[in-house]
């Protein structure tokens, strides 16, 4: 079972799914705030979550499927990465700041 989600992860179409999910979270937010009026908002926020699903779900599998993943650095990196992402989810964030 290992093995298999290795292949999954490490596949191509996986790794360059992720790519476009990392490049959307590094730069989407900035474009959306400059860019776009705030009835886009929504479908910003709604790939947002995606992503951070997306991300969490590649943590959760590599941390089950590969060996030495679990708490290495590329483990946290992924972690307080998938965390940055929180702000940018004006649906989790507001939930966040009124409680």
Do not use: Q
Request: hydrophobic residues 55%; negative net charge; proline residues 1%.
């Amino acid at each position: 079972m290992k093995y298999v989600l290795i292949g999954v992860l490490e596949h191509y179409a996986t790794v360059g799914f992720m790519t476009l999910v990392t490049i959307y979270a590094l730069f989407f937010d900035d474009f959306r705030i400059i860019f776009l009026e705030t009835s886009a908002d929504n479908i910003f926020f709604g790939l947002t979550l995606g992503g951070i699903i997306a991300f969490t779900l590649e943590i959760l599998l590599a941390s089950y499927a590969i060996n030495g993943y679990y708490f290495s650095f590329f483990f946290w990196l992924d972690i307080f990465s998938t965390i940055s992402m929180i702000p940018d989810c004006g649906w989790i964030w507001d939930l966040l700041i009124e409680n």
